[in-house]
């Protein structure tokens, strides 16, 4: 395999050594044998990755570099809103239930329609109790409540 002189083996050691993310540092482990002679076929077990993965990171280094190694931005699930839509969601759960939200304390399922109705997004109860934890929010515990409990007893 071709590898452009980006760098040199001895600063391709250096940038596995320093490097935090395995991944990343497996990239290189790549570019580094196949600067050295090595073929796909032989380092793909030695990086742990397939033959076709290993050509593609050298390609990719022959394209950018050392910079063409690093994850790429756009992967994973994007955010359910964006940093304006937080913002108002905050504003909007710190304003507390509205009259014509019909409850006196708003809960997840509240919020689900809050996001659902007002912004657009529908997302299940986890990511929505997951949306709140994220924004500082803390799910409401109601107290706990005996099934004998004499409420005229308790006033007396």
């Known amino acids: 395999m071709h590898v452009e002189p980006h760098h040199t083996a001895h600063e391709l050691r250096r940038f596995i050594r320093a490097e935090p993310h395995a991944r990343v540092a497996r990239r290189i482990q790549a570019v580094l044998g196949a600067l050295e002679g090595e073929t796909a076929k032989a380092l793909a077990p030695r990086v742990q990755m397939s033959e076709r993965a290993v050509r593609d990171c050298v390609a990719r280094f022959n394209r950018a570099g050392r910079a063409g190694l ?27 239930a509205t009259p014509d939200d019909g409850v006196c304390t708003l809960r997840g399922e509240d919020v689900r329609r809050i996001l659902h109705e007002e912004f657009g997004v529908v997302r299940g109860l986890q990511a929505t109790d997951n949306l709140l934890h994220k924004l500082g929010f803390s799910v409401l515990q109601p107290r706990p409540q005996h099934p004998d409990a004499d409420p005229a007893a308790q006033e007396a």
């Open 70 to 96: 690093d994850e790429q931005p756009g992967r994973g699930r994007k955010k359910a809103l964006t940093d304006d839509q937080e913002e108002q969601l905050k504003a909007r759960l710190r304003a507390g």
